[in-house]
């Protein structure tokens, strides 16, 4: 009936088997008159915790249904990045805006506007310059203060600025025009000294920008879609969420990665050098504990995900997963060194043999989703209980048309969207 092999178990062996102590009501929802005497079926295959979980079956005929049991899967890590390009941060805790988490890419560093760029400012990515590897960051205990150090040298090896520049202090500042992924931003120019430090160590005239104007770009990926799906403003209404924008970021608010398919990614490396922390070159803000719970890349198929906090009960956050994250050469630097990393390290290529699974980048390697998160004003916080909500099983195979992401997978239409497109997940 279930597609099996099964083997029937006791109520009592589930309680001792996940350690639950008892299943509440509200997950046995209508089979309110299960006891000790109530057997149920298991499958048994793979026979493993993760699979225990989520297949168990009543064997009574009026409960035919699948149970669905608490998982254990948390958020392990969170990473804000104050400048786009630059090393992150990794916090404890997070606020969500409609616009990423709070803090995150306001900051983007960019080249004097040329004839070439048609007076916009280029914005300079990690993808194209490794040596951005070397720039790490640091928020101050009161959150106030942004500082960049440089790894590698002693001259000029900090600069410190405000983590929220005050409207006041930009009034007179230079304002820039940039065109990030097919939309466009106003960055506000944060001075002389920051202009010295940067262009000092990357060897050119390099300014450092404030996101201004409204403080929001839509979101490209959405506005690349079929007329008849959902726009970029109103991307996650359906979710209760607030619209969604951007400042700096890419093509979504959020990244979302998982343990399993870092454990995969780090498996293709040279076993020599599998301790590095690998995560940190797919620059994820959120970055999920999946235990037993999932295999590597399960996450392509993720629509919705709902965060609960220990710390506050009250709260639940929803993460809307939008298309699966096709990745750039930034996969390649070196972070230590600023340079690029030796080819049997360089995981582009390494990723790139089986999951170009995004039809709408084909040559591309995918890993992680974009997504945006609600209500505005909570916070995420590293422990934080994640239960997948909605999914959508597709295979994840090179060139398979099923592999479209589940939620959303931007279609191309124009060239300057696919010139935009390079530096992605920066």
């Not at 989520?54 to 064997?59: A, G, I, N, S």
Request: overall charge neutral.
């Amino acid at each position: 009936m279930y597609g099996g092999p099964y083997r029937v178990i006791s109520y009592p062996e589930i309680r001792a088997l996940l350690n639950l102590g008892t299943v509440s009501t509200s997950i046995l929802a209508d089979a309110s008159d299960i006891d000790d005497t109530s057997l149920f079926f298991l499958n048994i295959s793979p026979a493993s915790t993760a699979e225990i979980k989520v297949r168990v079956f009543l064997q009574h005929p009026a409960c035919d249904r699948e149970l669905v049991i608490p998982t254990t899967m948390k958020i392990q890590r969170i990473f804000i990045y104050p400048v786009k390009s630059l090393r992150p941060v990794e916090v404890k805790a997070a606020e969500i805006t409609n616009e990423g988490l709070r803090f995150d890419r306001q900051y983007v560093l960019v080249k004097p506007p040329s004839a070439e760029t048609e007076g916009f400012a280029e914005h300079i990515t990690i993808k194209n310059h490794f040596e951005l590897g070397l720039f790490h960051t640091d928020i101050d205990r009161t959150w106030s203060k942004l500082t960049i150090t440089h790894a590698t040298s002693e001259e000029n090896g900090s600069v410190t600025l405000p983590l929220s520049p005050s409207p006041v202090s930009l009034m007179n500042a230079k304002v820039f025009h940039v065109s990030i992924f097919g939309t466009k931003a106003t960055g506000i120019d944060m001075g002389e000294d920051v202009t010295k430090y940067f262009s000092f160590h990357l060897g050119k005239e390099v300014h450092l920008l404030y996101i201004g104007g409204s403080g929001q770009r839509e979101i490209p990926g959405a506005v690349y879609l079929p007329k008849h799906k959902i726009r970029a403003l109103s991307i996650a209404v359906n979710d209760k969420l607030q619209p969604q924008r951007l400042r700096f970021a890419d093509a979504a608010p959020l990244l979302v990665t998982s343990t399993a398919s870092e454990e995969d990614a780090r498996r293709r490396l040279p076993p020599s050098v599998r301790g590095e922390d690998v995560i940190v070159r797919f620059r994820p803000n959120i970055h999920v504990d999946v235990g037993d719970e999932q295999k590597p890349y399960e996450e392509d198929n993720w629509n919705m995900l709902t965060v609960r906090s220990r710390a506050d009960p009250a709260q639940e956050v929803s993460i809307r997963c939008l298309f699966r994250t096709t990745r750039c050469l930034s996969l390649n630097a070196d972070l230590a060194k600023g340079t690029m990393i030796t080819t049997n390290r360089q995981l582009y290529g390494l990723l790139a043999k089986d999951r170009r699974v995004n039809p709408a980048h084909p040559h591309k390697p995918v890993f992680g989703q974009y997504a945006c998160a609600g209500p505005s004003g909570a916070v995420l916080r590293v422990g934080d209980e994640v239960e997948i909500t909605e999914s959508t099983s597709r295979p994840s195979t090179p060139g398979n048309p099923g592999s479209l992401s589940p939620a959303i997978t931007p279609i191309i239409e124009s060239d300057d969207y696919e010139k935009s497109a390079a530096p992605l997940a920066t």
